[in-house]
Nanobody, 123 residues
Framework: QVQLVESGGGSVQAGGSVRLSCVVSMYSVSDNCMAWFRQAPGKEREGVAYVSSGYTTRYTDSVRGRFTTSRDDVKNTLYLQMNNVRPEDAAIYYC?????????????????WGQGTQVTVSS
């Protein structure tokens, strides 16, 4: 059974940093498109970043230059390093696993999802 388990969320001060992890079981992070999404209260889920099987990375405009996604193929784990965090980054962050053939920030491309980890930003 495919499982994605996020961790690393919590409270962070504005301007601070936090790293999220997503440990994946029974599905290869290196062979597939992997992504981070987030959902803030009252807002739709939005794509934050992805890494393709070929290690191409893309970011939504609001986080580019501040967030970095990466993966550890040995640990089969996806990461999201969040720097210079802003109050508007507060949300539940989800990791998602897709397929090798298509990669993007469209949630319909992803088959498996984690349960989410909450990031709270204090100013």
């Amino acid at each position: 059974q495919v499982q994605l388990v996020e961790s690393g969320g919590g409270s962070v001060q504005a301007g601070g940093s936090v790293r999220l992890s997503c440990v994946v079981s029974m599905y290869s992070v290196s062979d597939n498109c992997m992504a981070w999404f987030r959902q803030a209260p009252g807002k739709e889920r939005e794509g934050v970043a992805y890494v393709s099987s070929g290690y191409t990375t893309r970011y939504t405009d609001s986080v580019r230059g501040r967030f970095t996604t990466s993966r550890d193929d040995v640990k089969n784990t996806l990461y999201l390093q969040m720097n210079n965090v802003r109050p508007e980054d507060a949300a539940i962050y989800y990791c998602a696993a897709g397929s090798p053939s298509r990669c993007g920030l469209d949630s319909s491309l992803f088959h498996f999802w984690g349960q989410g980890t909450q990031v709270t930003v204090s100013s």
